[in-house]
């Protein structure tokens, strides 16, 4: 485990050493706010700018279940490490999470993982020991994203027909499965790979609390994602579980594109395709473009005050 933990991070430095990063990067960021401005372009003179207002308190909702929302993933992963390294501080925890979302800012999204894997080698994990607390955490955010994803999508009024009860009592049982069977499955895992570990309630709860923040924080997204769109546009409560799911498919979608910072230009384009069935094109794409300006700043409100701490140390 150790030589493929070396191997990859190799591999990964080589990639960002490359100037073909740069052009990769460039290109698909450019292509996807190309598509948008299209997309923008060929609806926004049919609407009327009269009618076009920004709704201050849909902004500031959009800003509190923002908060809640990274709030959640970073409690999510303050008990994901309790579960792996009992004596890891709370607190330590959550400036691991902290300092890593600044990290995703800058080469790609996976230098957030990066950071916490070196973050948590340099607190004395080994450094495979070290990768596997983040690929849970990854496992655990697209597992109950895909679930809470597939649920809204079935709660969602269905243009097309409507669903059979049969699939979603069907898929209801399997979802309330899963999320039991998750953390039970987890913690044997564990329990199992892990050096110094506490018992196996203890890791137990622990998971089941950051399957709880994480699903939560799902939740608050989407409906952040929803608020975030009536700022200009006035759509329908009725819709927000399809806005829940369609925030579950951008970020995972994000995700998988690890080397574009932050997934830029490719989560935005995900979202202005999913929302124009609720949606006008020219708005979709307005409400994907200020939904990413309400994450930064509620990031920003994060990662602050942690970076102001580390370079106030590192002055002294």
């Not at 191997?7 to 430095?13: F, G, N, S, T």
């Not at 609390?209 to 975030?228: D, H, K, N, P, Q």
């Amino acid at each position: 485990m150790s030589g493929l933990s070396h191997r990859l991070r190799a591999v990964w430095q080589a990639y960002n050493s490359s100037p073909r990063r740069h052009v990769l990067e460039a290109g698909l960021i450019g292509l996807s706010f190309l598509l948008m401005a299209r997309a923008l372009a060929g609806t926004l003179s049919q609407l009327d700018r009269a009618d076009i207002q920004f709704d201050v308190r849909s902004f500031l909702y959009a800003l509190v279940l923002t908060f809640l929302s990274v709030l959640g993933g970073t409690l999510g992963w303050a008990h994901i490490i309790r579960a792996w390294y009992p004596k890891t501080a709370y607190l330590a925890a959550i400036r691991y999470h902290l300092v890593s979302i600044a990290a995703k800012y800058l080469p790609g999204f996976g230098w957030q993982q990066v950071s916490k894997v070196v973050q948590l080698n340099r607190s004395g994990a080994s450094l495979a020991l070290a990768a596997l607390p983040v690929t849970l955490e990854l496992a655990i955010v697209i597992i109950t994203g895909t679930i809470i994803g597939a649920l809204c999508f079935v709660a969602a009024p269905n243009p097309i027909s409507p669903w059979p009860p049969t699939t979603v009592v069907a898929l209801v049982l399997f979802s309330l499965v899963a999320f039991i069977a998750l953390p039970l499955f987890f913690s044997n895992w564990i329990s199992r790979k892990a050096d110094d570990v506490s018992s196996y309630p203890a890791i137990l709860l622990n998971l089941l609390a950051a399957e709880t923040f994480i699903v939560f924080s799902w939740i608050f997204l989407g409906v952040g994602l929803w608020f975030t769109s009536r700022i200009f546009y006035e759509t329908s409560y009725v819709d927000i579980p399809y806005f829940v799911t369609s925030v579950v498919i951008g970020f995972i979608v994000s995700l998988a594109v690890i080397f574009v910072p932050n997934g830029w230009g490719v989560r935005e384009l995900t979202l202005s395709f999913l929302l124009q069935l609720v949606m006008p094109p020219s708005m979709a794409v307005v409400s994907s473009i200020m939904f990413r300006i309400v994450i930064v700043m509620v990031e920003i409100s994060f990662i602050f005050p942690i970076l102001m701490l580390k370079l106030r140390h590192s002055s002294t």
